[in-house]
């Protein structure tokens, strides 16, 4: 098949490639000469483990083709993906200005049938929207169906989730649309749920909204867990045995953060609201996670008493591990927080320190984790990164002013660390 994704995000840039990859011909439609310039040398805007190697591999096999021009892509496309970035307005709604943007030039260079999706997470009701635009704009002669295909995949594991999802969602209504989308979907094996539009969009945020539910749910076990003196990931192992709740996404930690699950419960807040329904549930679970990362500043006051002048060694900036990515990283609430009681503070993250200079300053960033914690007077894990699992805590103790540390990730054993003579304090034990 032939197919166009407009947008180079994470969800356009890999599902592009796992597309070329099965064998399709695909192109990707960006806006910026330079980033498409990059992506045909293989260059990718992203860190994403993989990534590189499967844009290359597909770029140099002639099915990917990274391009600015609407025309031929759109014309010769028996399914257009559209995969642009959905941001949070000043309201808490879905920012579709972008969306709105692209169906409108998708409508301009159509030819023939064309299945027209949405991968982007819009609210229910956006592919209504983008209908309009389109049989507005189609020249004559033309004909659209229209879908929703959202998209499940984790940044960081993001392409064994596109090539190995749990389900397939395709919301379409039109059999030949369903048919199209199911054919290009063949190679993945996963249960395929056809639905209508508003199913298949609200599904999405539902999902996400979900799981931010849980790790809030875990981060408040956790807050009760210290209270009682229980040590909370038992208490969430004990509960993710029951499959009934199962054991994924309960790890309390400094919140949830990135581009998707604040975005999203946000989104689901606003778009319930607009329906006369106050989503009062998922308004606590955004309360929790503001609290969550809080809590973090809250114990590097306890344990310092006074955070002035003290020196503060990060281990960890980007919003999770694997990824170079710091959108709304509990990091940068908890290191101006830090920074607003006079802490100073060292920082190093593998990958995100770049991004994360531009968002947050007066940082000293270092070259690995031991220059991070040296002379500090309290380290603070904010990113669970494989390689602070393995570090020479001898040798950290030693450089430290004071060996404090906050395990914000739970990744280390507290009775090792206290026999190691660290004062330890994690999240919820
Ligand atoms: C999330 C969803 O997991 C994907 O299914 C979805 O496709 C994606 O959003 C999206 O809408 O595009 P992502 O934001 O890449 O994926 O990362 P997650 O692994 O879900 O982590 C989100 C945040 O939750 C991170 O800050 C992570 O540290 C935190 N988290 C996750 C916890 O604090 N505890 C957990 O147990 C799990």
């Not at 892509?73 to 692209?102: C, N, Q, R, W, Y």
């Not at 002048?309 to 990824?323: E, R, S």
Request: hydrophobic share 40%; net charge negative; glycine share 8%.
């Amino acid at each position: 098949m032939t197919v166009t994704f407009i947008g180079h995000g994470y969800v356009g840039l890999v599902t592009a490639a796992v597309f070329a990859d099965f064998g399709n011909t695909v192109y990707v439609i960006g806006h910026t000469k330079e980033k498409i310039e990059n992506l045909k040398k293989g260059i990718i805007p992203i860190y994403e483990p993989g990534l590189e190697e499967l844009v290359k591999k597909n770029v140099d096999s002639g099915r990917l083709i990274f391009t600015l021009d609407y025309k031929p892509a759109i014309s010769e496309s028996d399914i257009v993906f559209i995969a642009v970035g959905t941001p949070t307005t000043k309201t808490g709604d879905a920012d579709l200005s972008a969306v709105l943007a692209v169906a409108e030039e998708i409508g301009r260079n159509l030819e023939g049938y064309t299945v027209v999706a949405t991968k982007s997470t819009v609210p229910a009701g956006t592919n209504k929207k983008v209908k309009r635009i389109l049989e507005e704009t189609k020249p004559e002669g033309t004909e659209i169906d229209y879908a929703s295909v959202p998209e499940f995949l984790r940044e960081g594991s993001a392409i064994s989730d596109t090539t190995n999802p749990d389900r397939v969602v395709i919301g379409a209504e039109s059999q030949r649309a369903r048919d199209l989308l199911v054919k290009l979907h063949e190679p993945i094996k996963a249960p395929v749920i056809l639905t209508n539009f508003e199913t298949a969009e609200l599904i999405k945020y539902a999902a996400n909204a979900f799981l931010a539910l849980k790790i809030s749910y875990a981060n408040s076990i956790a807050k009760l867990s210290e209270a009682l003196g229980a040590d909370a990931l038992k208490v969430l192992e004990g509960i993710g045995m029951d499959r009934r709740i199962g054991n994924m996404f309960l790890s309390p930690g400094p919140g949830y953060g990135g581009s998707c699950f604040p975005k999203d419960v946000k989104a689901l807040i606003s778009i319930a609201k607009d329906n006369d329904y106050p989503f009062s549930l998922l308004e606590e679970v955004e309360n929790i996670n503001g609290q969550s990362r809080r809590d973090i500043v809250r114990k590097a006051r306890k344990t310092l008493s006074d955070l002035r002048g003290k020196k503060i060694g990060i281990l960890g900036l980007a919003f999770k591990a694997n990824t170079d990515d710091m959108r709304d990283a509990p990091a940068i609430d908890i290191i101006n927080l830090l920074q607003n009681d006079g802490a100073k503070i060292s920082a190093f993250d593998p990958k995100a320190m770049e991004i994360a200079a531009g968002v947050l300053k007066n940082v000293d960033y270092k070259k690995d984790a031991y220059q991070a914690c040296d002379g500090a007077d309290l380290v603070i894990v904010l990113t669970e990164w494989n390689e602070f699992r393995e570090l020479d805590f001898e040798k950290i103790k030693s450089e430290m002013k004071t060996p404090n540390i906050i395990d914000g990730r739970n990744l280390y054993d507290p009775e090792e660390m206290k026999a190691r003579g660290f004062t330890y304090i994690g999240v919820g034990r």
